[in-house]
């Protein structure tokens, strides 16, 4: 089995526990993360153990990614595992502190996975296809994020 890594990072003009709020409301992930709908599944959302399934796709084509919470230290690191058939491997959200541009609190975020390609070889030999589109989805999806959490800052 091939693993493959990916991580992607966005500045965001807005304090570390806005990010946070937005990025672990799993069921409002969907209104930022592209072409993607969240629910928790089992648990609170909150806790280790807690099961979340991810719908990626147009209409009913696409995939389901089943996440399980492994590691919760809030306001700065979630741990996941990805436990369907079709996505496997874990993955880290983090939030880290920094200075905005105009000298306000703000955040980095990042989202990295590390995947377990499905497909074996023919994974391995499509990654250097799939990477460039999966990159730029996430990058969509942060960059979308980043408004949100900045628009809430604001309020």
């Not at 965001?12 to 946070?20: F, G, K, M, N, S």
């Not at 696409?62 to 369907?84: F, M, N, Q, S």
């Not at 377990?116 to 799939?130: E, K, Q, T």
């Amino acid at each position: 089995m091939a693993r493959r890594e990916i991580s992607v990072s966005v500045d965001i003009d807005a304090p570390v526990e806005t990010v946070w709020a937005e990025v672990m409301d799993w069921e409002s992930q969907g209104e930022w993360m592209l072409g993607t709908d969240v629910r928790v599944t089992q648990g609170d959302g909150k806790t280790p153990g807690t099961r979340v399934a991810a719908f990626t796709g147009i209409g009913p084509v696409g995939v389901t990614d089943t996440i399980e919470l492994v590691g919760w230290d809030p306001p700065h690191r979630a741990t996941v595992r990805h436990v369907g058939r079709i996505i496997r491997g874990s993955g880290v959200f983090t939030v880290v502190e920094r200075t905005a541009s105009d000298g306000r609190e703000g955040s980095t975020f990042t989202m990295a996975e590390q995947l377990d390609l499905p497909l074996g070889p023919l994974g391995a030999l499509g990654w250097p296809l799939a990477k460039p589109v999966f990159a730029w989805g996430l990058r969509a999806s942060l960059d979308t994020l980043a408004r949100r959490c900045e628009q809430a800052a604001a309020r």
